[in-house]
């Protein structure tokens, strides 16, 4: 039997699709992947405020470049040692997206390397099975924007159910700016906290609709 030699490449992503700008470098062979860095710098608006797409962008366009200068110094390599350029193309916001969309091509076009646009949501998906080396998931994919089911058929990852509203996400975030709590380190990690405290469970209104899930209701419950 031919045994077919798998190569080592190294990647650098740079992510920019909400208030995280993150910069990171991995080596892989294709069955086995090294994380050779990992940063981020958050934007934190004001408690009771959100992220505004153009007020995002410019910390992104503050940040990307001393990201990737940190993440080779974390990586041990230099641009020649670069195989290929990663970035994400979407879903996200516009703002913030264009900002590391820009940096990621510059790079692109100065190091002379291959450019890579990723989903942001597919990316999570191959970040968490490197991490738990899960081979064939059914994913409940739960981020600011997204509420899905989501599973792995005919070569392309597919959609069986989501939010047909508003994502779990971006409810979360709404009774964070509601409440006027600190968006640091995030506003779900303080909504927990002040959960631990409390002595009383309220049963609170959603709906699912066979794999659809439904959760304006709570939006409405949050705004009484």
Known sequence: ??????????????????????????????????ILSNLRKTFIPPAGSGFLPRETAWHHQQHVISLVRHALTTARVEPK????????????????????AVAARTLSLLWKKPLVAVNHCVGHIEMGRIVTGADDPIVL????????????????????????DIAIGNMLDRFARTLHLSNSP???????????????????????????????????????
């Open 141 to 164: 994919y739960v981020s600011g924007g997204n509420t899905q089911v989501i599973s792995y058929s005919f070569q392309r990852y597919r959609i069986f159910g989501e939010t047909i």
């Open 1 to 34: 039997t031919m045994q077919v030699e798998h190569r080592s490449y190294v990647a650098l992503g740079i992510e920019g699709s909400a208030n995280k700008c993150g910069v990171g470098v991995i080596r892989s062979d294709g069955s086995h992947c090294d």
């Open 81 to 100: 040692d670069i195989d290929i350029i990663c970035f994400t193309k979407g879903p996200g916001m516009g703002g913030p997206l264009t900002s590391c």
């Open 186 to 224: 995030s506003p779900g990690y303080n909504i927990e906290q002040l959960a631990k405290k409390g002595k009383n469970l309220v049963e609170l209104p959603y709906t699912v609709k066979g794999m659809d899930v439904s959760f304006s209701g709570l939006s409405t419950f949050i705004d009484k």
